[in-house]
């Protein structure tokens, strides 16, 4: 399994439009894509930092989620609202425990 990790800082007072956002079509758009396994939002409401942890079977799927427009029409329903304080950080990683 490997694992998408985007951490960004949100504007202040914009974590709970960040929530919304996320629960309301995040996470539909993604349980539509292929070799998709879970996702997690985590925020720090004193910080503004968000986590994002997207899960997906293989490194494969993965990369097509990001090479498919998917990753980047996520971002800009954050970005085109102006939720984002800055860029959003990506980084990848191989799932190698989970319980």
Same mark, same amino acid.
């Given at each position: 399994?490997?694992?998408?990790v985007v951490t960004v800082q949100l504007q202040?007072?914009? !974590?709970?439009?960040?929530?919304?956002?996320?629960?309301?079509?995040?996470?539909?758009?993604?349980? *539509?894509?292929?070799? %998709?396994? #879970?996702?997690?939002?985590?925020?720090?409401?004193?910080?503004?930092?968000?986590?994002?942890?997207?899960l997906w079977e293989t490194d494969a799927d993965? !990369?097509?989620?990001?090479?498919?427009?998917?990753?980047q029409t996520q971002v800009i329903k954050f970005? *085109?609202?102006?939720? %984002?304080? #800055?860029?959003?950080?990506?980084?990848?990683?191989?799932?190698?425990?989970?319980?």
């Amino acid at each position: 399994m490997h694992a998408r990790v985007v951490t960004v800082q949100l504007q202040s007072g914009m !974590t709970d439009r960040a929530i919304a956002i996320f629960r309301e079509s995040v996470v539909p758009a993604a349980q *539509g894509q292929h070799g %998709f396994k #879970g996702i997690q939002l985590l925020t720090d409401r004193n910080t503004g930092k968000a986590l994002v942890i997207s899960l997906w079977e293989t490194d494969a799927d993965l !990369t097509a989620s990001e090479t498919s427009g998917y990753y980047q029409t996520q971002v800009i329903k954050f970005a *085109g609202v102006g939720i %984002f304080a #800055g860029p959003p950080v990506r980084e990848t990683y191989e799932v190698n425990v989970q319980v």
